[in-house]
């Protein structure tokens, strides 16, 4: 039996914790998955997986392969990539993390224009707030809002976004419009706390920066929530541009303070420090780059 499949069954089922979504994975049946990895351990003389009625859990020496397997497996296709022409040479699986309002508002869609280029790739996108692990959640890249500080990764800068000042008309009507950035002060504002500084929203105008201090009933850690919530009529939101770009063209929310400039955040694709980067992986931060400049939303 062929090694390579061994190991992708492996890694199929480390990464998902089973071999039936390994077997949907790699789409084949759930009897071949078990099968390549029993033949793997009959192979290298060692249990991989702590198997259970529920899940498999890796072994020591199981662990010990997962650390160096996914790297060799990537190091293969991209050298498959290269002899081979146009589409069929971008193969496999990317596994993607992204926040999830930019994930369900942009990144789907991207990935759907991005995998009908390369028909051959599988796209396993996984959508959460928090900053995955890259390495011990098997994830090959992550498109990330703001400035990532974490020591183990690569940083490619794929573009900015801003952050806008908007309300309902109900809201409005009741509470009147700031004007300027101080008048938020005695307003109700919701409060994303996926922000650096949560409390207090920055504005800019005539190189002069203001930062506000605000307040509000509202605290939720998701940028739609947010819209959400303003949409309804509970208060102000400050978002990302690409999270109020479908409420403000249906005239649900209006944008506030126009005449001043929002802080600038970045948008950016990280990967594991030290790992060789795939072809195929590269190809994806190459799309996103021009896609993003390509999204008037964003």
């Known amino acids: 039996m062929d090694l390579v499949d061994q190991l992708r ?21 759930n009897r071949l998955t078990s099968k390549y990895v029993g033949e793997l351990e009959a192979r290298l003389g060692v249990r991989l997986f702590q198997r259970t009625t529920r899940k498999v859990g890796l072994t020591p020496a199981g662990s010990q392969l997962l650390a160096r397997a996914p790297a060799v497996l990537d190091e293969l296709d991209d050298v498959l990539a290269g002899v081979s022409a146009g589409s069929r040479g971008t193969s496999g699986i990317i596994r993607i993390a992204a926040p999830v309002t930019f994930g369900e508002t942009y990144v789907a869609g991207m990935l759907g ?11 396993d996108l996984r959508l959460s707030d928090r900053h995955v692990d890259l390495a011990s959640d098997g994830i090959d890249l992550a498109f990330r809002i703001g400035v990532t500080e974490t020591l183990s990764v690569k940083t490619v ?6 952050l806008q000042a908007a309300a309902s ?24 706390t996926n922000g650096r500084s949560p409390k207090r929203w920055t504005f800019s105008r005539g190189g002069q920066d203001f930062n506000i201090p605000i307040a509000g009933r509202y605290l939720v ?37 126009q005449d001043y400039g929002g802080e600038t955040i970045p948008f950016t694709a990280v990967y594991l420090e030290g790992r060789t980067l795939p072809r195929k992986v590269r190809s994806l931060i190459d799309f996103a780059k021009d896609d993003i400049r390509d999204q008037s939303a964003i």
């Open 169 to 192: 008309p109900t809201y409005l009507d009741a509470c009147g419009v700031p004007e300027v950035p101080g008048d938020l002060t005695a307003h109700t504002c919701i409060i994303d």
């Open 113 to 123: 224009r991005f995998g009908a280029k390369y028909p051959d790739l599988v796209l």
């Open 221 to 257: 850690n998701s940028a739609r929530a947010a819209c959400d919530l303003a949409t309804a009529g509970h208060g102000i939101t400050c978002s990302p541009r690409f999270a109020l770009s479908s409420a403000l063209n249906a005239g649900r929310l209006s944008l506030l303070l």
């Open 9 to 29: 069954a492996f890694v199929a089922t480390a990464q998902t914790g089973s071999f039936t979504a390994a077997a949907d994975q790699l789409r084949v049946s």
């Open 157 to 162: 800068k794929l573009g900015t976004t801003e």
